[in-house]
């Protein structure tokens, strides 16, 4: 299903739907998601003739992709057209039109501002922005980091000099968070999400290798980084007696998948701590730490059709059949759906912390 529009979309033209060849979307925690939609085109087609020159495609368009697997909707993208572009072919009924688009961050990083935020926290500051886009269905979901860090307005008034993308990003990266835009449940509505990527909750429908006719993945192998952790150690200055203390270890701003994680082979100072107070100092480490927490990592390709579910990322799946160490509970990090007539298949990457899961059944 694709549904078009500036603001609120609508079913897309037949002729446009029927004239669909292939749809790639590509999904990842923390980051923007795009889409490329492919479509046969001729020189006299309702295509080239009114909906192209019409403005019907023109970029900011807004494009609704859904899937229904199962009898289930599952809306893939909700996002804006950023460029098409045309490929006039060389031999009869090649030709194609190919639109590429972002989702609705895209939307949030269009303008430069310069805004004032005193007295708020980080989350606080989230739900301020992200309001201003609710006419496009987005409702802000901030989770307050695991330190609270409230600006005192007599001392600092938190500015902001950047578009609102580039500042939620800057907020969350201060933290040990993530934003991201969440296309659904259902079109026309999304979530904007800023907090700690979900390593918790009620898994997906388990990821099965090596199972004979069982097996639901066409491919699945993992890697182990050892140099992927990074100890930091941080000094803290007192402004007032100028006394140096170390900034104790907060932990992970991230619940464990493994039974126990691998040894940090690095050591590095934590820079930047000029002018921080002691819990933006913690707050700071605990993102610099959780950027290196995955040393696990696995790369995988699925049929929708044989697995019988969409693999949705930023949440997590079960793996069985691979052994004992790489076995049960993973984080999705990044998902891209492949649709053509006839097929629909996912290529997922995969992360935990370390091998051996602390989970020690995968259900389902």
Request: net charge positive.
């Amino acid at each position: 299903m694709v549904l078009m529009g500036k603001v609120v979309p609508a079913p897309a033209p037949p002729a446009l739907v029927d004239a669909l060849q292939s749809a790639r979307i590509t999904s990842s925690s923390g980051a923007t998601s795009g889409f490329q939609l492919t479509f046969a085109v001729g020189r006299q087609s309702p295509v080239s003739r009114v909906m192209l020159p019409g403005g019907l495609l023109d970029p900011k368009t807004r494009v609704i992709v859904v899937a229904v697997v199962a009898g289930l909707p599952h809306v893939l993208m909700d996002g804006v057209i950023t460029r098409h572009e045309m490929n006039p072919g060389q031999t009869p009924g090649s030709s194609t039109l190919t639109l590429t688009g972002e989702d609705l961050s895209l939307l949030m990083d269009l303008g430069h501002v310069e805004r004032g935020h005193p007295g708020l926290p980080h989350h606080l500051r989230v739900m301020t922005v992200c309001a201003q886009y609710a006419q496009y269905g987005i409702v802000p979901v901030a989770v307050p980091p695991r330190i609270s860090a409230v600006p005192n307005p007599a001392v600092q008034i938190p500015v902001q000099s950047a578009t609102d993308l580039a500042y939620l990003r800057s907020l969350a990266a201060e933290v040990g968070h993530v934003f991201h835009i969440e296309p659904g449940p259902v079109p026309g509505a999304s979530t904007a999400y800023w907090g700690p990527e979900v390593r918790a909750g009620k898994p997906q429908p388990a990821l099965t290798v090596d199972s004979g006719t069982a097996g639901n993945v066409e491919s699945l192998s993992f890697g182990f980084d050892g140099l992927s952790r990074t100890r930091y150690t941080a000094r803290f200055v007192e402004p007032a007696t100028k006394a140096t203390t170390t900034v104790p270890d907060i932990g992970s701003v991230q619940p464990p998948l493994a039974q126990s994680a691998p040894p940090a082979l690095r050591e590095q100072p934590l820079t930047g701590q000029a002018g921080r107070s002691l819990a933006e100092a913690q707050l700071w480490g605990l993102s610099r730490t959780a950027e290196s927490a995955d040393a696990v990592i696995g790369h995988g390709r699925l049929d929708v059709l044989r697995y019988g579910h969409v693999l949705n990322p930023r949440t997590l799946v079960g793996v069985r059949g691979a052994g004992r160490s790489h076995d049960g509970l993973y984080y999705v990090r990044s998902v891209t759906h492949d649709i053509v007539r006839g097929g629909y298949k996912q290529s997922f990457t995969l992360v935990r912390d370390g091998l051996v899961s602390k989970a020690s059944v995968v259900i389902p």
